[in-house]
């Protein structure tokens, strides 16, 4: 069996790896890491959660650490474009930790951030920067940074990055790095238009390809619920609260929906049911999001809700269960959906929720990926649940039997009179305008609420 230590790496890199406990390497880090030791360009297709970042990232700090360049001013010796804020804050982690004692300087910029931070930390230059490709542009363009010092380009996730839109910043970053560098792809599908990016970018790269275009994990068992669209929230409640059993021990169950409102909205309603759990999408600030993930992170909200986008960055070795609560339309996403289980050699479980407007939508899939799904059964009396008079639910309010009213009599009543003596001076069965003239302000309120007060007990207006 390959270890590290057979694939040329340095001392210290060795170390770091040590460090963390790692000794074997992945199929996808044991074919990528000595053709970029060796400065070839690269092209890796590999399923995410299959150690991409390690892949690209141990070989490049031990080119940069030989070159033994000095730090550029207002720029950067390796970059690596990431498509979401998650995704980049995780590279710098990994860079750091694989080159702790490389003695190398890491940053990383994201939108959502205090750009003038951004500035200031960047102006002395560092050795690895990993930006998402907006704020990159945004610095650019405000002269605080420059592309001048670039020896290694990585794109991480390479499609994904096209599908946000960020074709455009990636080729002009690509017209202002020097022509003179190793360019390294990654990338979970291969569509056409990365190959048309890949010809842009790279110089005979070497391709590297672990697992067959556009398939799922071999580790994640696939099932389905063919569902009606307002029954999804229900099944999904009667599953998180254990009611309705699905395989596997449910742990963290990461639940995609297809846009943020609908997030917003499941959420929402988990929480009407006593289940909590947050949601994670574009419009939540950096600091909710880092909360978000630490939370589902350390098991204390093991709910998570996320969109296409912000679950790209979810590397998150305990996710049990990814639920499809609405499926993708692009079939390559559920690809990514439920690459997030089944992370560092562990199982996973993926269950996907179909309505009838969803069935392209699973057709295509199937197609894509070769996914083979087992149907699960619906829970016994489900319509019934859903429309609220099954066992699971509380009758709706109209459906409930009123309390009978109970009219005190005999020795309750004469104990209640005894109790409530009435008023001497004031009229029984009469309002009498002027029996209240002589009042507090209070006391007269006090009647006009009680029907007193204006003219024979009658009710106002």
Known sequence: MTQFSDL???????????????????????????PVLSGRDLLGIAQTGTGKTAAFMLPSIDRLRDADKQTPFKSCRMLVLAPTRELAGQIAQSAKDY????????HSIVGGTSVNKDRNKLH????????????LLDLIDQKAFNLNGVEVLVLDEADQMLDLGFIHALRKIHQLAPKERQTLFFSATMPKQIKELVGAYCKDPVQVSVTPESTTAERIEQYLFMVQQDEKQSLLELILSGRHQVPGKIERVLIFARTKHGCDRVVKK??????????IHGNKSQPQRERALDEFKRAKTPVLIATDVAARGIDIPGVSHVINYELP???????????RTARAGADGIAIAFCAEDERSYLKDIRKTTDAEFERLPLPDNFRAVVEGVGPTKPAPKQQRMARPRVTPTGDAAKQRKAKHPARKGRPQGSGGQGQGSGQSGGNRNRRRRSGGGGGGGAPRG
Do not use: C, F, M, W
């Not at 080159?99 to 890491?106: D, I």
């Open 329 to 339: 339309n692009v079939p390559e996403q559920y690809v990514h959906r439920i690459g």
């Open 124 to 135: 002395r230059g560092t050795d690895i920067l990993v930006a998402t490709p907006g704020r």
């Open 270 to 279: 988990l929480a009407q049911t006593g289940i909590q759990a947050n949601a």
């Open 8 to 34: 040329g790496l340095s001392q210290p890199v060795l170390q770091a790896l040590d460090l963390k406990g790692y000794s074997t390497p992945t199929p996808i880090q044991a074919q990528a890491i000595p």
């Open 99 to 106: 080159g702790a004692l490389a003695g190398l300087k890491v």
